[in-house]
């Protein structure tokens, strides 16, 4: 099993310009999550979808951020346009649903937003 | 008051000891609890679920008070490699399949 794979591990990027975080989670993983991680607010959920759809939004912090799950095995967020904020490490998880099991977790998209 | 709350550290301990931290957490409805570590620069991953009887992992154990909302984490016969993060971990019945992570304990141990 590969794991949780995130594109790219890490993205620079100048203030004003788009960026896309990419995730494919666990085959048979029916829900997925996106995390952002800062050393101010430690890890904060933004969203999650199960079987594709989105079940709560309410942790993306304003509408630059927007996130989708096209299929089961891919899903993306984007912040248009990014400021220097935004920089922290996104994290994607997924999990099956039930049981009292963890999630697996991505090894993170590291963001610079300069 | 934060969701869930642990001690942020760092504690520094030597090779062999034994060491705890604790957690609590403010929502009682609170129906499942994990420790996850996390490595410097690296993703979580789980360490362990934490079960009402307290359960054991080798040198951890993990024990959870419903009554009074508090999760531990014990660790004995502390390695140089136990040194990470250790984040408390909380899903909520309401909250569908969302877990709350605490900000994490540093643990350092040293030779």
């Known amino acids: 099993d590969a794991g949780v794979i995130q594109s790219p591990r890490h993205e620079v990027t100048e203030m004003g310009q788009e960026v896309t975080l990419r995730c494919k989670p666990i085959?048979?993983?029916?829900?997925l999550f996106w995390y952002r991680q800062t050393m101010m607010r430690g890890l904060e959920l933004l969203i999650y979808?199960?079987?594709?759809?989105?079940?709560?939004d309410s942790g993306m912090p304003e509408d630059r951020f927007s996130a989708k799950m096209p299929n089961a095995s891919f899903s993306t967020l984007k912040i248009q346009p990014s400021e220097p904020r935004d920089s922290a490490v996104y994290f994607c998880?997924?999990?099956?649903?039930?049981?009292?099991?963890?999630?697996?977790f991505g090894s993170g998209t590291r963001l610079t937003v300069v | 008051r934060k969701e869930v709350e642990q001690d942020p550290g760092p504690f520094n301990v030597p090779e062999g000891a034994t060491v705890a931290f604790n957690c609590t957490y403010s929502?009682?409805?609170?129906?499942?609890f994990f420790w996850y570590r996390q490595d410097c620069r690296k993703e979580p991953k789980l360490l362990m679920s934490?079960?009402?009887s307290g359960n054991e992992d080798g040198r951890f154990t993990a024990q959870l008070n419903r009554a009074s909302q508090y999760i531990s984490l014990l660790i004995r016969d502390s390695k140089l490699s136990d040194s990470a993060t250790y984040l408390c971990?909380?899903?909520?019945?309401?909250?569908?399949?969302?877990?709350?992570f605490g900000a994490g304990t540093i643990l350092r141990v040293k030779s």
């Open positions: 998880a997924s999990r099956t649903g039930g049981g009292n099991y963890g999630y697996t």
């Open positions: 934490v079960y009402s």
């Open positions: 971990v909380v899903k909520q019945r309401e909250y569908g399949n969302k877990l709350v």
């Open positions: 929502n009682s409805a609170s129906q499942s």
């Open positions: 979808f199960n079987n594709n759809v989105p079940i709560d």
């Open positions: 085959s048979g993983h029916d829900y």
